[in-house]
């Protein structure tokens, strides 16, 4: 059966928008579809989602497709945003991008797209879909710095046999060149950047309404206290900017770093220089593993992995034990709890998990 129907998600950007404009001319029946998650704080300057919803109307009438909005904020807050704030509270660095992609784009809404009649869904993200002998495959983008595997690396076979992600094949730069060449209104919109639901505000500033500070030592590995912490919710391992200590005058002028939480004690663990033994490992933990094609790899081979999203691949060994146990061949840099590791090999996105 040819994929007639696709609702697409359509965010008010300008790769959601090329992806409607690009299926459209290939024949199929496209619907846009706009999510709003968030709306504890929706008037402030920091939240778009009033101008953005504007901006999906203006290019589905550019377009010549329907497009409907629906309000996905309680599903949201129950399976997102309360993971992300029981995970900042425990000391741990979640990556809601992730959740929101399991949970919400291709759970809440790929479900109200099927009772909408849809085929298939299709979202701007920059990654494709093959299907092989041993089901679908989650395989990285053409555009290889603009690759968001890593964000969608918990899709299981069901999930992506219904998904297309039709600017997996092109590049960034041709996506906006398109957007101008139909008339696209959003054609030059800055690209949104960081959490959904804290957009462009400070960061520290949006999780102190919502966790309470509590303040204590930040100490070096030796036991020398160097400053005062907020409350440790608020650091991230390999934290650079709002420390507060400056390069300590009677010490290097080498930039300090969080290395470490003490939550019992409430102290923060912060060290000199970039390249510090205290923020390098060559192996990590990690637990809640996902295979997208549903079971184990062969692990007696090599594979790449990487603990962050703007990272290079790096070569290692995957192991199984009570945890999935990944061993690299060369050191990682700020290894974070709460975080995502993520498994390729070659162009294929295999799963991952969250770092212990």
């Known amino acids: 059966m040819s994929k007639k ?13 090329v ?35 504007i901006d999906a109307v203006s290019v589905a009438d550019t377009i010549g497709i329907p497009i409907e909005a629906v309000n996905f904020s309680k599903e949201y807050k129950d399976r997102v945003f309360s993971y992300f704030l029981r995970e900042y509270e425990a000391g741990r660095t979640p990556n809601p991008d992730i959740l929101c ?11 109200h797209a099927i009772r909408l009649g849809a085929d298939c869904i299709a979202t701007g993200h920059y990654a494709q879909v093959r299907e092989s002998n041993d089901g679908f495959q989650l395989l990285k983008a053409k555009d290889a710095s603009k690759d968001q595997s ?38 030059a919109k800055k690209d949104s950047t960081g959490i959904c639901f804290i957009g462009e505000r400070p960061f520290r500033e949006f999780l102190s309404r919502y966790l309470p500070t509590q303040p204590g030592d930040m100490l070096t590995p030796e036991g020398k206290i160097v400053g005062q912490h907020m409350g440790l919710s608020f650091y991230t391992l390999g934290q650079r900017q709002g420390l507060g200590i400056g390069g300590a005058r009677d010490t290097s002028s ?17 060290v000199q220089g ?12 990690a637990m809640e593993m996902h295979w997208i094609s549903g079971h184990a790899p062969d692990l007696s081979r090599t594979f790449a992995a990487k603990t962050r999203y703007r990272q290079q691949d790096a070569a290692c060994r995957i192991s199984l034990g009570s945890h999935t146990h990944f061993t690299f061949e060369s050191a990682q840099w700020a290894v974070t709890p ?15 998990g969250i770092i212990t």
Not at 152 to 159: S, V
Not at 344 to 351: A, D, K, R, S
Request: hydrophobic share 40%; net charge negative.
């Open 254 to 270: 080498e930039p300090w770093f969080v290395a470490g939480k003490h939550m019992a004690r409430n102290q923060l663990i912060v």
């Open 150 to 187: 890593y964000f969608l690396h918990r899709l299981n076979q069901h999930q992506l046999s219904k998904a297309m992600f039709p600017l997996g094949q092109i590049l960034k730069s041709q996506v906006r060149d398109i957007a101008r060449e139909h008339g696209l209104s959003n054609h």
């Open 101 to 111: 992609n399991a949970e919400i784009k291709f759970k809440a809404f790929l479900d």
């Open 338 to 352: 709460g975080q995502s590791v993520v498994a390729y090999e070659g162009e294929i996105c295999l799963g991952g």
């Open 5 to 17: 129907n696709i609702v697409v998600g359509m965010s008010g950007g300008v790769d959601s928008a």
């Open 19 to 53: 992806t409607a404009l690009l299926l459209k001319q290939q024949g199929y029946e496209v619907t846009g579809l706009f999510m709003k998650n968030w709306e504890d704080d929706d008037d402030s300057e920091y939240c778009s989602s009033r101008q953005d919803l």
């Open 274 to 285: 970039h390249d510090h033994p205290l923020l390098l490992n060559t192996q990590l933990d």
